[in-house]
């Protein structure tokens, strides 16, 4: 039911378009922004076949690119013009057994480029087909099928819809659940309507609504440590040192707007974030050079940085205050399986097949997965005795000097009584372990 077309120069920039209309409506005809991400890291050798593609593919001859035949678009045309002519020659009197012989040579002609066009095109799909299959020449994974139940089915479906929503892709979102007959939250559905509605002024550069909404969860904002707030007053307060408002009579002061927002809003956030004390410092200290900014031992206030950054910092705060990671679970699962980890699963898979259990009769995962750092969620510990990552059924224990080793290898040095003598250092810990949570 639903189609990726690829193209590859969206193959490179990671997005691709959403091509097709659903049986039962509600999508435009035109393609529209996809916002799953997809990478693929494409050969020149892919990359000349998918030009070829497309070339053929086009309805009309395309510039730069050579063909055999010739486009589709551009036989129907002629023979749309052969037939015009052949009406014309009928009615001015010529002989239509003569004018019917003609059009018929011509329509012959007309088939014959269609066919070699399509077969051309064949050709080039097959191309493609085995230089993808030499490039990747390990199969797709194999697996039992994982929602199999309607319960399952659904969990996948909320997913799904949850995804659209969070990327703001409501008009698909609307007619994803549609289709599946699942109604979403309006909870969720209108949070995040505000959140896309804020980080599209945030672009503009308006710290209004951003800011208006940190004002109403200062004391979230404030349990966290996060200095969105004050970040979105030094955005405001830069501008105006570097855009002064017009003054109001010859006589005003350039910087009177700049210092009169300090005044109103800094004063207030000092008692609340006093880590910030030392920034607010510096922001007046650039009031002294703001006629050479750019020259000044301040000059990092003209990074736009400073307000680019607003919008990733404004997202991560409102996501944790729905209890929502800023990253996106279906994207962080097709860019971590997409990026090797299923074909290192699958390898693994076939290696130890003959050799051990069944690898859907383990708790975790047998090979070491390598994850980007922003994919890391959790700390791990590895026992310096047994040399062995901890696991819920071997967790890290702390001795009662401090030392922390896994369950495993407490219970091979505990001696009568309950002594344990640390590996360490020559302290025995005769009391209980205690469980160490990371």
């Avoid at 996948?156 to 008009?171: A, K, N, P």
Wanted: with cysteine.
């Amino acid at each position: 039911m639903w189609e990726l077309r690829l193209s590859k120069r969206q193959a490179y920039s990671g997005k691709a378009e959403e091509a097709v209309s659903l049986p039962t409506g509600g999508l435009p005809s035109q393609p529209r922004p996809f916002p799953l991400t997809i990478n693929l890291r494409m050969t020149d050798t892919l990359s000349k076949e998918l030009d070829k593609i497309e070339a053929l593919s086009s309805v009309s001859t395309t510039s730069g690119v050579k063909n055999k035949s010739t486009a589709i678009g551009t036989t129907l045309d002629e023979l749309q013009a052969e037939l015009h002519k052949a009406k014309a020659a009928v009615e001015s009197g010529e002989d239509p057994q003569k004018v019917f012989a003609d059009l018929n040579k011509r329509i012959e002609v007309s088939k014959k480029q269609v066919d070699e066009r399509q077969k051309e095109h064949n050709n080039a799909l097959a191309r493609f087909g085995k230089a993808v299959d030499k490039k990747f020449p390990n199969p797709l994974p194999t697996s039992q099928p994982k929602f199999s139940t309607p319960e399952e089915v659904e969990a996948l479906e909320r997913v799904i819809g949850m995804h659209f929503i969070r990327t703001g892709s409501f008009d698909i979102a609307q007619t994803f659940y549609n289709e599946c007959g699942v109604a979403p939250d309006p909870r969720t559905w209108h949070a995040f309507e505000e959140m896309h509605g804020i980080r599209a002024s945030l672009r503009q550069r308006d710290i209004g609504p951003a800011l208006c909404w940190a004002t109403m969860n200062r004391e979230f904002l404030r349990s966290r440590h996060s200095t969105l707030e004050f970040d979105l007053h030094r955005s405001h307060f830069v501008h105006l040192i570097l855009n002064p408002p017009p003054a109001a009579s010859p006589t005003d002061y350039p910087l009177a707007a700049a210092i009169a927002y300090s005044k109103k809003n800094f004063s207030a956030l000092a008692s609340s974030y006093p880590q910030i004390i030392p920034q607010m410092e510096r922001l007046a200290g650039a009031l002294a050079w703001a006629t050479r900014l750019s020259s000044s031992p301040y000059s990092d206030l003209l990074q736009d940085s400073i307000h680019t950054n607003l919008e990733p910092a404004f997202v991560k705060e409102y996501c944790a205050k729905l209890g929502l990671s800023r990253q996106l679970p279906l994207r962080v699962a097709g860019d971590i399986g997409g990026n090797g980890a299923l074909a290192k699963i699958e390898k693994s898979k076939k290696v130890m097949k003959d050799k051990i259990a069944e690898w859907d009769a383990k708790d975790e995962l047998l090979i070491e997965i390598p994850l980007p750092p922003e994919n890391r969620y959790h700390s791990i510990f590895a026992c310096p005795v047994s040399k062995e990552q901890s696991t819920d059924k071997n967790p890290p224990n702390m001795l009662t000097c401090g030392h922390v080793i896994a369950k495993e290898s407490v219970n091979r040095l505990t001696k009568g009584g309950g002594r344990v003598k640390c590996p360490y250092c020559p302290v025995e810990s005769t009391g209980p372990t205690l469980q160490v949570h990371f």
